[in-house]
């Protein structure tokens, strides 16, 4: 069974940083594209980042680029969003998505999601 888990989420003050992680129990983890999406209070889920196979390709929000940095080791399973100068309007829930195509930057291409894990920006 597929599971996604996702920790590091957590309150921070605006200008400041969080590593978010997501744990993979996918055997054939490097076979998905992944990505980072988050739903913020009253809103709908909306896109953060995703990353190719092997890693070789990123794309990101236009409202993250150069502040959120999306990685992944498939040795090890695990994709991480490097969150830096957060700000208010970043309060969300971060969901972890695996995809079988080779984006991950639409929910229609989403094969697995995590729980999620809360992040909630002060200011």
């Known amino acids: 069974q597929v599971q996604l888990v996702e920790s590091g989420g957590g309150l921070v003050q605006a200008g400041g940083s969080l590593r978010l992680s997501c744990s993979a129990s996918?055997?054939?983890?490097?076979?998905?594209?992944m990505g980072w999406f988050r739903q913020a209070p009253g809103k709908e889920r909306e896109f953060v980042a995703d990353?190719?196979?092997?890693?070789?390709?990123?794309d990101y929000a236009d409202s993250v680029k150069g502040r959120f940095t999306i990685s992944r080791d498939n040795d090890k399973s695990t994709l991480t969003l490097q969150m830096n100068s957060l700000k208010p309007e970043g309060t969300a829930v971060y969901y972890c998505a695996a995809c079988r195509g080779v984006y991950c930057d639409d929910e229609k291409s989403v094969a697995f999601w995590g729980q999620g894990t809360l992040v909630t920006v002060s200011s």
């Open positions: 990353i190719s196979w092997i890693g070789s390709r990123t």
């Open positions: 996918i055997r054939t983890f490097g076979s998905y594209a």
